[in-house]
Nanobody, 119 residues
Framework: QVQLVESGGGLVQPGGSLRLSCAAS????????MGWYRQAPGKQRELVAR???????EEAESVKGRFTISRDNTKNTVDLQMNSLKPEDTALYYC?????????????WGQGTQVTVSS
């Protein structure tokens, strides 16, 4: 089992920056992928960015060049640096991890942290 705790959300002005952090505990040695998803009002949950155990990353087209995902396997954390924030980035952001078990893979989710971009 993996437990996820998110932090770093809040209110920021357009053009500003925020850094989200997610700390994992439990069966952390079996984590293979870590990522961030978001869900805005009236929209489905979407992938923001994810990073594999080998360091390869994938980002949504809407955030490329503005957001950067990173992980620290020693601390069992994944961070999302968000720059040049836009009002359309306003959403509830969820941390997600994929764990490799002997019977297959499992997904775990954080509780979500609110990001609001407004003047």
């Amino acid at each position: 089992q993996v437990q996820l705790v998110e932090s770093g959300g809040g209110l920021v002005q357009p053009g500003g920056s925020l850094r989200l952090s997610c700390a994992a505990s439990g069966s952390t040695s079996s984590i293979i992928n870590m990522g961030w998803y978001r869900q805005a009002p009236g929209k489905q949950r979407e992938l923001v960015a994810r990073i594999r155990s080998d360091g390869r990353t994938e980002e949504a087209e809407s955030v490329k060049g503005r957001f950067t995902i990173s992980r620290d396997n020693t601390k069992n954390t994944v961070d999302l640096q968000m720059n040049s924030l836009k009002p359309e980035d306003t959403a509830l952001y969820y941390c997600n991890v994929v764990v490799q078990l002997w019977i297959g893979t499992r997904e775990f989710w954080g509780q979500g942290t609110q990001v609001t971009v407004s003047s």
